[in-house]
């Protein structure tokens, strides 16, 4: 059975400070790993990540995928307070099923 | 603009009642999804369907049912089998099952009166 596990479950961090959140899988014929962030409502996605060793980056969050050691790390540099939500790491098979969604990682950032 | 329409926000359901939460997508994407969202649970997976008038079981799908009559349409409906409905559902799609990544509606969030 496909499983994904993130780390920590929750965070409170002072804004400027910088944050990683981790994603480790296990799953059956590894396609890609996703990252979302959700507020209040609907999840938006953040990356795709297939490939190990690659750094995707959108402004000040990072994301990298290590195949081998079978986790990704999601990094947030310079907090801000609208940082704050909960990330959400998913992975996908390479059949064609659905994401597999870890618990998520609620990230609280104070002023 | 394109996206995923959910319809209500909120749902009362009285016990013993069965309640249909819509999905509505105007993407053109193949497959749609629903998941029921808990307090630090993450996302779990209901059912989801690659193709119209075909759909698949998730991993917690007893108490709910669904149809896909319509491309763009894919109603969930809690039957009063289900007896710990209160969660937020969320609906998704992608342009097909095996293709990332999936687009979100806003949600619905069932109590239980």
């Known amino acids: 059975e496909d499983k994904v596990v993130q780390s920590p479950l929750s965070l409170v961090v002072h804004e400027g400070d910088t944050v990683t959140l981790n994603c480790s899988y296990e799953?059956?014929?590894?396609?890609?790993l996703l990252w979302y962030k959700q507020e209040k409502k609907a999840p938006t996605f953040l990356f795709m990540l297939t490939s190990s060793g690659i750094e995707k980056k959108s402004g000040r969050l990072s994301s990298i995928l290590d195949k081998k050691e079978l986790f990704s790390i999601l990094n947030i540099t310079a907090t801000q307070t609208g940082d704050s939500a909960v990330y959400l790491c998913?992975?996908?098979?390479?059949?064609?099923?659905?994401?597999?969604f870890g618990k998520g990682t609620r990230l609280s950032v104070i002023a | 603009d394109g996206g995923i329409t959910q319809s209500p926000k909120y749902l009362f359901r009285k016990e013993g009642q069965n309640v249909t939460l819509s999905c509505e997508q105007n993407l053109n994407h193949d497959a749609m999804y629903w998941y029921r969202q808990d307090p630090g649970q993450g996302l779990r997976l209901i059912y989801y369907s690659q193709i119209v008038n075909d759909f698949q079981k998730g991993d917690i799908a007893e108490g709910y049912s669904v149809s896909r009559e319509k491309k763009e349409s894919f109603p969930l409906t809690v039957t009063s089998a289900q007896k710990n409905p209160t969660a937020f559902y969320l609906c998704?799609?992608?342009?097909?099952?095996?293709?990332?990544?999936?687009?979100f509606g806003d949600g619905t969030r069932l109590s239980i009166l």
């Open positions: 799953v059956t014929n590894f396609r890609s």
């Open positions: 998704a799609s992608s342009i097909w099952a095996g293709v990332q990544p999936q687009h």
């Open positions: 998913a992975v996908l098979n390479s059949g064609n099923t659905p994401l597999v």
